[in-house]
């Protein structure tokens, strides 16, 4: 069974800076797809960034990018420019190529970001 | 607007009680999914569904059931035999070309009294 670790319960950024969320999986498939989700006070999980494995290149999304490191098995979030509505639980999330079309993911614990003035 | 709709907002369970979650989605999406969320801990699966009159277990199905009657509609209830339903209950729905983007309802609070 995969599993997906968070490291980091909490972190805190000021406003304007750069912040790297960790995250690390584990896996034997070769073929799969990373996630990013954002669940910001309302409690409502939004979709950040999405990553396939068999891509080299790190997905960007605005001032959101990855770093994808699939021999380390480390999936890490770097967030630029932090805004304070960037304050949320962030979610990295597995997901197996071969669940066909359902789309099940493994998620991990979660990081508390702060964002301070 | 599309989206997923589920209530109620807050649900207090008694002791041996069965309660049922809603959850509508008028997105038109196949899959619909519940997962639970605990203080600490990532989301769970619960069950799944990936058409209508049809759905698997998830990782954690014990003292659950589901049904899919309608596309729209993936209700979830949580029986006597969930000792420990305290929990936030997520639901979602996908299809099948945005692989993994699940689109979230807003959830529902479960405590027991």
């Known amino acids: 069974a995969q599993t997906v670790t968070q490291s980091q319960p909490e972190m805190s950024v000021q406003e304007a800076e750069t912040v790297t969320l960790s995250c690390t999986y584990d896996?034997?498939?070769?073929?799969?797809?990373l996630f990013w989700y954002k669940q910001p006070p309302s409690r409502q999980m939004i979709l950040v960034i999405r990553?396939?494995?068999?891509?080299?290149q790190n997905a960007t999304e605005n001032r959101f990018s990855v770093n994808f490191q699939k021999a380390a098995k480390s999936f890490s979030l770097k967030i630029s420019d932090s805004q304070l509505g960037d304050a949320a639980m962030y979610f990295c999330?597995?997901?197996?190529?071969?669940?066909?079309?359902?789309?099940?993911?493994?998620f991990g614990t979660g990081t508390r970001l702060q964002v301070t003035l | 607007d599309g989206g997923i709709t589920q209530s109620p907002k807050y649900l207090f369970r008694k002791e041996g009680q069965n309660v049922t979650l809603s959850c509508e989605q008028n997105l038109n999406h196949d899959a619909m999914y519940w997962y639970r969320q605990d203080p600490g801990q990532g989301l769970r699966l619960i069950y799944y569904s990936q058409i209508v009159n049809d759905f698997q277990k998830g990782d954690i199905a014990e003292g659950y059931s589901v049904s899919r009657e309608k596309k729209e509609s993936f209700p979830l209830t949580v029986t006597s035999a969930q000792k420990n339903p305290t929990a936030f209950y997520l639901c979602?729905?996908?299809?099948?070309?945005?692989?993994?983007?699940?689109?979230f309802g807003s959830g529902t609070q479960l405590s027991v009294l």
């Open positions: 979602a729905s996908s299809i099948p070309q945005f692989h993994g983007k699940l689109f």
């Open positions: 896996t034997s498939e070769s073929d799969y797809y």
């Open positions: 990553q396939e494995a068999y891509k080299q």
């Open positions: 999330a597995y997901r197996s190529a071969k669940t066909g079309t359902a789309s099940k993911l493994t």
